[in-house]
């Protein structure tokens, strides 16, 4: 019988944080052309915005926290983060609202989350068999035109996308083993939602959509069996390896079929953002992309160190096969489809992706993949 009443959130060392800050300032610095405070002269006072972002505990909240402290000192005083972690101010479902109302300032969420209120987030963030490496998505949102379509999409909630941030793949860790496709059959699962929940209900599985916070006391009671979320370093450090036993990921090399670049992202009420002098909101865009690399890595340095945790509490890593990849994309790409025709927005971002896809440069999508299929 594993351990119930083990802490389930880790905390980042203190030495840790300071590097950590110490980084972030410096190439935060380095962001702004060498400018080392932006602070408007004219500026009586702080500017302080109340920041919620969805990670509930480990080191992506540590990291966030970091960050969101460490803005003061890289404006010169004149914008300050008041960092605050899932459900400290409002439920992770109702982030956009409380950012669009002015209850919170900006938020830090998973883009995917909003599938359901505009379906173009469902292609803001990675979907089953979609664009498969960090890399790919940058050059999605800052050379293919994907950033200013999804500040096109959110502005007309009244919010300000500032811009992605990268974390890494998505697992599942499950009380009985998947060795296959087949397994996820009739099995009680958590999911974002949108499309990634449609192509496992395609595969027989009875999905349900939670936030973080509320996935360990559901695998806790029995209400889910088997549960999707970020990766190894956060999912250890929020208790998941006491309540389950085994973890599911595609191939050697494809870690993740359905989520393997989770995307979150920096979004700003509209009138937040607004009372901005220039130079500070040039700041902040350049500054989002210096948070989403250090971001990223620091969490796969994590993630290294987690697995060693996962193996020592007798925890299984199971793998899909190449045939598991292929009965998945029979199931995805119909629904690649039905998505991007939700909206027109959903259609051009997704159209962006799909020839992108098809070039030279990856060949992930062939000409017979998507025979039948029409925008």
Request: aromatic share 10%; with cysteine; proline share 6%.
């Amino acid at each position: 019988m594993k351990d119930k009443n083990a802490k389930a959130v880790e905390t980042t060392p203190p030495a840790n944080r300071r590097k950590f800050l110490k980084a972030t300032a410096a190439a935060g610095a380095a962001a702004t052309l060498g400018f080392p405070h932006i602070r408007n002269a004219e500026a009586a006072a702080t500017t302080t915005w109340k920041i919620q972002t969805s990670w509930p505990g480990g080191i992506g909240l540590e990291i966030f926290k970091d960050w969101c402290n460490g803005i003061v000192e890289k404006t010169g005083g004149e914008l300050a983060f008041q960092p605050f972690g899932a459900k400290d101010v409002v439920g992770d479902f109702q982030l956009l609202d409380a950012v669009k109302n002015g209850v919170l300032d900006a938020m830090n969420p998973f883009t995917l989350y909003w599938a359901g209120r505009m379906p173009v987030a469902v292609f803001l963030s990675s979907y089953p068999l979609g664009l498969r490496n960090p890399h790919e998505w940058d050059v999605f949102y800052y050379s293919l035109g994907g950033l200013e379509l999804a500040r096109e999409a959110f502005k007309k909630e009244g919010l300000h996308y500032v811009g992605p941030i990268h974390h890494g793949p998505n697992i599942i860790h499950s009380k009985t083993p998947i060795r296959s496709i087949d397994d996820f059959r009739g099995r009680k699962m958590r999911l974002p939602g949108g499309m990634v929940a449609e192509v496992f209900q395609a595969a027989g599985a009875k999905t349900t959509l939670l936030p973080g916070s509320e996935i360990f006391p559901a695998l806790e009671k029995g209400t889910i069996d088997v549960a999707d979320y970020v990766g190894p370093a956060i999912n250890y450090a929020l208790g998941f390896h006491q309540v389950t036993d085994y973890i599911s990921m595609g191939p050697p090399g494809f870690m993740s079929l359905y989520q393997p670049v989770d995307l979150m992202d920096l979004t700003v009420g509209m009138n937040s953002w607004n009372k901005l002098s220039d130079s500070m909101k040039t700041f902040l865009e350049m500054e989002v992309h210096v948070y989403s690399d250090l971001h990223h890595a620091a969490i796969q340095k994590a993630d290294q160190e987690a697995w060693k945790k996962f193996e020592e509490a007798g925890t299984q890593v199971t793998r899909l096969s190449q045939d598991d990849v292929e009965a998945f994309t029979e199931l995805a790409v119909p629904r690649w489809f039905a998505w991007a025709k939700k909206d027109p927005l959903a259609t051009r971002a997704f159209k962006i992706q799909l020839d992108y896809m098809m070039s030279g440069s990856l060949g992930y999508v062939t000409p017979e993949m998507i025979e039948g299929q029409s925008l």
